[in-house]
């Protein structure tokens, strides 16, 4: 069982950047891959990237590219996610995850609200 805790949203003008974090339970942190979704008011929940078990690969959408990075570290048992050059398209409830693979998510974080103003 992995438990996990998103920190770090609020409101921030477009242009502004963020560094959201997620904390993980449990001692087998760095078995699972790390994964970031979020989801607008009206909107399904939308895959943001994830990073690989060690942390050499990430993978992001094309609409993040280039704005977003993923990183973790497996001794403290917390991946981040920095979120720059932010968009009011942007605001929506974040949720980190936790799955073997990076294509099937196991456990959910409760989510961390970003609210980008324009």
């Known amino acids: 069982q992995v438990q996990l805790v998103e920190s770090g949203g609020g409101l921030v003008q477009a242009g502004g950047s963020l560094r959201l974090s997620c904390a993980a339970s449990?001692?087998?942190?760095?078995?699972?891959?790390m994964g970031w979704f979020r989801q607008a008011p009206g909107k399904e929940r939308e895959f943001v990237g994830y990073?690989?078990?060690?942390?050499?690969?990430?993978y992001y959408a094309d609409s993040v590219k280039g704005r977003f990075t993923i990183s973790r570290d497996n001794a403290k048992n917390t991946v981040n996610l920095q979120l720059n050059t932010l968009k009011p398209e942007d605001t929506a409830v974040y949720y980190c995850a936790a799955g073997r693979d990076g294509s099937t998510w196991d456990y959910w974080g409760k989510g961390t609200l970003v609210t980008v103003s324009s």
């Open positions: 990073i690989s078990r060690s942390g050499g690969y990430t």
């Open positions: 449990g001692r087998t942190f760095s078995s699972y891959a």
